[in-house]
């Protein structure tokens, strides 16, 4: 009885060094999280503010299927899109931007912001809206000072700038190739956040000029007919689906059970 008490001691002494060592371990990790109340970055972009988050890891996920599409030929230059408003492209493409620039091979990173009609890429930076693609599409500015940075080696932004009479056309229009050849020579992989395909075309525009889109399906929402039809114009627009991302998911689950550390 004796021993047994002794050695069931013995392990919760262990368990208890282990607890403060797990903690230790979290204290440290919390100084490279950044506070966001400190920060104008919307707390949306969890990647930013912390990389080790349980959601931060649903992007993880998503940069992994991305990297490991096509036997290890990702896309090099991807659209995201949805079929209609408000379902999380722009979040999505932020935070996917984030967690692969945050990869351990460091690929270079550009996050375009192609809804030049309602781009937010700038409001949720807490940025600025100065020059951005537009201004680099009608010949205002050069690509290289439409980029900017956040504090993420690696990762470059454009912004989309202001909102041009033709949207479509600018898309259309051989200075959006340019734009997207000079592009591809300086980044690994370019990411586009556009506006929703069913509301206007522009999505299908420069999905057909990539190597594919995802698209972004906010669930309990948008209906499995809208998403037909959104598909349908992205196949009619000669744009590739390489997959889908559900957004607006509740974990139902405990967070130990996701939780690996
Ligand atoms: N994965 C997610 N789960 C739950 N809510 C989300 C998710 N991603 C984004 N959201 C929320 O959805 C709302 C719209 O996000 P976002 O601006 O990214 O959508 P959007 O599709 O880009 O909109 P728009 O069509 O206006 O461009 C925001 O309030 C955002 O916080
Ligand atoms: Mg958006």
Known sequence: M????????KAAEERIQRIEKVSQIRERDKLIVKKIGESKVDPSIITYFDPKALISEQYKILRTNVLSM???????????????????????????????????????????????????????????????????????????D??????????ALIQSGKVPEYPSELLAS???????????????HIIIDTPPI??????????????????????GRTQRGIVKRAEELLFQSHSKI?????TNIEYHLPEYIYRYL
């Open 242 to 246: 390489l997959g889908h991302v559900l």
């Open 146 to 155: 439409a980029l900017f940075h956040v504090d993420i080696e690696n990762l």
């Open 198 to 219: 069913i509301s206007v075309t522009d999505s299908g525009i420069v999905g057909a000029q990539t190597d594919g889109v995802i698209l972004v399906i906010q669930a």
């Open 174 to 188: 051989d200075s959006f190739k340019r734009f997207l050849n000079q592009m591809r020579g300086e980044f690994d």
């Open 70 to 144: 096509n036997k290890g030929k990702p896309p090099k230059t991807f659209v995201i899109t949805s079929s209609i408003h408000s379902e999380g492209k722009t979040i999505t493409s932020l935070n996917l931007a984030m967690s692969l620039a945050q990869a351990v091979h460091k690929p270079r990173v550009l996050l375009v912001d192609a809804d030049l009609r309602k781009g937010k890429v700038a409001k949720y930076l807490g940025t600025e809206p100065t020059i951005g693609l537009s201004e680099v599409l009608s010949g205002e500015a050069e690509a290289k």
């Open 2 to 9: 004796g021993k047994i008490t002794n050695a069931l001691k």
